[in-house]
């Protein structure tokens, strides 16, 4: 009989430990396709979404080195929400268009079960949602983020709720998920062994 393909949506929070999990379900055989990775890779030297980036808000956008200039972005999106969209309207089709050649290389080469790290994928709406056979939601509270990313990142308590307050809310999330993930006060292994069952039903 052949083995089903599982095309599986992995999300959460900053600080949830979402991967933490894709790397347990790595180890297990599952093909992880990384959208932030692909997503940094298109604005590196070289990278696939620089010479519209160039040519769309001209040679300042561009650092010496051929990359995107993230801080000079950043400040022009800031004063210029229309910006936002132009970048955006360069990036998500190269992303899907990456992902979807990332996908096709890991199914030739054996794989059956796909896993899409996307820690946007609640706030894409239905453009991840569809693409997708089931979503993974790895789930903590709030204050357990904070907690979590100020440690590892030395960031300020204001800092990290910012960045918190602009990502999708737990409500939000959950919404979404066919299946939670609590990370809440599970240690290293105990959540090893939780996404050892949630491995078992997809055949890893």
Same mark, same amino acid.
């Given at each position: 009989m052949t083995q089903r393909t599982w095309r599986i949506g992995l999300t959460?929070?900053?600080? #949830?430990?979402? $991967?933490?999990?894709?790397?347990?379900?790595?180890?297990?055989?599952?093909?992880? %396709?990384?959208? @932030?990775a692909i997503s940094r890779s298109l604005t590196t030297p070289g990278g696939r979404a620089m010479a519209a980036i160039a040519?769309?808000?001209?040679? #300042?956008?561009? $650092?010496?080195?051929?990359?995107?200039?993230?801080?000079?972005?950043?400040?022009? %999106?800031?004063? @210029?929400?229309?910006?936002?969209?132009?970048?955006?309207?360069?990036?998500?089709?190269?992303?899907?268009?990456v992902t979807a050649e990332q996908a096709q290389a890991a199914l030739k080469t054996g794989h059956r079960v796909l896993v899409f790290d996307v820690p946007l994928l609640v706030e894409s709406g239905e453009r991840w949602r569809k693409q997708v056979d089931r979503v993974i939601v790895v789930d903590c509270d709030v204050s357990t983020q904070k907690q979590r990313v100020m440690a590892r990142s030395g960031l300020n308590a204001e800092e990290v709720e910012r960045i918190v307050a602009q990502q999708a809310s737990r409500a939000q999330r959950l919404a979404c998920?066919?299946?939670?993930?609590?990370?809440?006060?599970?240690s290293f292994d105990g959540l090893d062994s939780l996404i050892g069952q949630v491995a078992a039903d997809f055949g890893l």
């Open positions: 959460g929070g900053i600080g #949830s430990g979402k $991967s933490t999990v894709a790397g347990f379900l790595a180890r297990r055989g599952a093909a992880i %396709i990384d959208a @932030d040519s769309t808000f001209g040679e #300042s956008m561009i $650092s010496p080195d051929g990359a995107m200039n993230r801080q000079a972005m950043r400040e022009r %999106i800031f004063q @210029d929400p229309q910006a936002k969209r132009q970048l955006e309207h360069i990036i998500h089709p190269l992303v899907s268009q998920a066919d299946l939670v993930v609590f990370n809440q006060d599970l």
